[in-house]
């Protein structure tokens, strides 16, 4: 069994900068991938992105909405994955959470609230 916990949410202004953060309860280094998604009140969850581990590096992926202002990563030796979060905007405002992939198996934290005023 997998746990997941996200933290680093909270209040910010427009055009500020958080960072979230997924400690796992144990090894990252088994995972396939890893990600990052959301869900603002009245709508359904989103991804906003995703790293995967290879051989040569990682790969990562984002939605198009936050391409250019978030930055995904991860520290294997920390258990933890990242999400930088710049130049925020009120539409950035839901609840995110981690995901973490192995095979057909599929974990989520419980979430942290970001919400960003205008």
């Known amino acids: 069994q997998v746990q997941l916990v996200e933290s680093g949410g909270g209040l910010v202004q427009a055009g500020g900068s958080l960072t979230l953060s997924c400690a796992a309860s144990?090894?990252?280094?088994?995972?396939?991938?890893m990600g990052w998604y959301r869900q603002a009140p009245g709508k359904q969850r989103e991804l906003v992105a995703t790293?995967?581990?290879?051989?040569?590096?990682?790969?990562?992926n984002y939605a198009d909405s936050v391409k250019g202002r978030f930055t995904i990563s991860r520290d294997n030796a920390k258990n933890t994955m990242y999400l930088q979060m710049n130049s925020l905007k009120p539409q950035d405002t839901a609840v995110y959470y981690c995901?973490?992939?192995?095979?057909?198996?599929?974990?989520w934290g419980q979430g942290t609230q970001v919400t960003v005023s205008s």
């Open positions: 790293i995967t581990v290879i051989t040569a590096g990682a790969t990562t």
């Open positions: 995901n973490a992939q192995i095979t057909i198996n599929d974990y």
């Open positions: 144990r090894s990252i280094r088994i995972f396939n991938s």
